[in-house]
């Protein structure tokens, strides 16, 4: 997955010269948080967040500051082709709500939080008419083998599969996403093999 398919494309950007009341009234309309600074060629200038501009909101009212004078002049950039893997490592360590997306110095979209959780989640088949089972497998050779197969004796069709990292000492834990199912027999025969069903959603 790639940043051009899950960026929103619709940017919403403002000028330099833009009061700080100016740009707080432009987010409250399109009900944003993060706005780009571009010049009139669409090249980017800056960038500032609803947070930024909120931290200077009464120095504004005391002095005659504009975008220019607040926005963060370097910020942390997205390109279209990068891997959104490598997107939400940046924005998770650098505790950040976005990025601009840019090609050849314009701004082409914005990359946010609920974009990267949008696609994960429909990469997961998080939304689809599905059932879930978390299993553990104690000492698995090949533990993916073998859940699977069983399954698929089944004839239940897999949508995704997860390894949890290791919580509450649980480890070897596999969450398996599954198109809507009768997990009765499934689970049964689980069992049966020695996997254990931590939790089902039917």
């Known amino acids: 997955m790639i940043v051009r398919h899950w960026m929103t494309t619709n940017v919403v ?12 009234a432009l987010m409250k309309q399109h009900s944003i948080r993060h706005l780009p600074v571009v010049s009139k060629d669409q090249s980017l200038l800056g960038w500032v967040s609803d947070a930024d501009l909120r931290g200077v909101l009464v120095a504004s009212m005391l002095e005659e500051l504009s975008l220019e004078d607040v926005m963060v002049r370097r910020p942390h950039l997205a390109f279209p ?39 994960f989640i429909t990469m997961m088949g998080m939304l689809a008419h599905s059932s879930r089972l978390d299993v ?16 698929h004796n089944h004839h239940a069709e ?3 599969i997860c390894h949890l990292p290791e919580m509450e000492k649980q480890a070897n834990v596999y969450s398996i996403r599954l198109k809507k199912c009768d997990l009765e027999p499934i689970v049964a025969d689980m069992e049966r093999d020695g996997i254990e069903v931590v939790d089902s959603i039917p």
């Open 13 to 24: 950007t403002t000028h330099k010269e833009a009061s700080i009341q100016e740009a707080l």
């Open 81 to 119: 082709e990068m891997r959104l893997e490598d997107v939400a490592h940046l924005i998770l360590e650098r505790r950040i709500g976005g990025l601009p997306v840019v090609e050849d110095g314009r701004i082409i979209g914005i990359i946010t939080v609920v974009d990267i959780l949008s696609a």
């Open 136 to 151: 553990k497998i104690s000492d698995p050779p090949r533990p993916l083998e073998k859940i699977t197969r069983l399954i």
């Open 158 to 160: 897999i949508i995704s």
